[in-house]
């Protein structure tokens, strides 16, 4: 069995999948612990292991899953991976990023994607129909524009993500609303028609803590995958060990 470690800005997902690429559990941790990888450890017959982070390198784990596991791969800009890239800055690179596109080619291996990851930040990143990761676009998340509007000026106040009643904004607050709420969908069809011009048909899939939005809001434009990253992530430690 297969262990992927995903630690993101704000919360660690972990997935277990079976032989026949099967996710077998699922958990969300707000941090990586060794005592909750040993109550896996006793659950499942783990063999192997993949982690992911865009945090600080967490030696104290790699140390105790090396010293548990028969293989343990940490994904960066050289590990092997089952798709060509383009990015000519592979080192700077978000590890989740890179798994993200190769999770998505492994669900729509014959079609182009785009996969738009809408958490602290929204990242889009295009990988072919013939398995080539072109790059993307890297964006301020929702929160972040709510926050950036507070902070940076004298008197917008900090608003919340709500639910929208118009795309018109009838006051402060629902026009602060409506402008990222509204304005993030419109980036999404903006940038889809830009790749369709280019690629033809595509597939859009978003993943990340503000998916359910986009997908509330777009519901025959995209299909959501909130474990993208470890769909990626297992297909790379399949790789690797073959």
Request: overall charge positive.
């Given at each position: 069995m297969n262990l992927c470690i995903d630690v993101g800005n704000t919360q660690v997902?972990?997935?277990?999948?079976?032989?026949?690429?099967?996710?077998?559990?699922?958990?969300?941790?707000?941090?990586?612990?060794?005592?909750?990888?040993?109550?896996?450890?006793?659950?499942?017959?783990?063999?192997?292991?993949?982690?992911?982070?865009?945090?600080?390198?967490?030696?104290?784990?790699?140390?105790?899953?090396?010293?548990?596991?028969?293989?343990?791969?940490?994904?960066?800009?050289?590990?092997?991976?089952?798709?060509?890239?383009?990015?000519?800055?592979?080192?700077?690179?978000?590890?989740?990023?890179?798994?993200a596109v190769i999770g998505a080619n492994a669900l729509y291996p014959k079609a182009g994607v785009l996969v738009i990851d809408a958490g602290t930040c929204i990242t889009y990143d295009f990988v072919t129909s013939d398995a080539k990761y072109m790059g993307g676009s890297i964006l301020p998340g929702i929160n972040m524009r709510f926050q950036a509007l507070h902070q940076l000026t004298a008197k917008l106040p900090l608003i919340k993500q709500a639910d929208l009643d118009s795309f018109i904004g009838t006051s402060t607050e629902t026009s602060i609303q409506t402008g990222i709420l509204c304005g993030v969908l419109h980036e999404l069809r903006g940038f889809k028609l830009q790749y369709e011009q280019e690629f033809g048909n595509i597939k859009v899939i978003v993943t990340g803590g503000d998916a359910s939005y986009f997908e509330s809001q777009l519901k025959n434009e995209i299909f959501a995958q909130p474990k993208l990253v470890l769909i990626g992530l297992n297909k790379i430690l399949n790789y690797n060990i073959q």
């Open positions: 997902k972990l997935g277990v999948y079976d032989a026949k690429k099967s996710l077998l559990w699922f958990s969300k941790h707000p941090e990586l612990t060794i005592s909750v990888l040993e109550t896996l450890f006793f659950k499942f017959d783990i063999k192997q292991a993949i982690l992911s982070s865009v945090r600080v390198e967490h030696r104290v784990v790699l140390d105790f899953l090396e010293r548990t596991l028969k293989t343990v791969l940490q994904l960066s800009f050289k590990t092997n991976v089952p798709i060509q890239s383009q990015y000519q800055t592979p080192e700077t690179l978000g590890n989740d990023r890179l798994a």
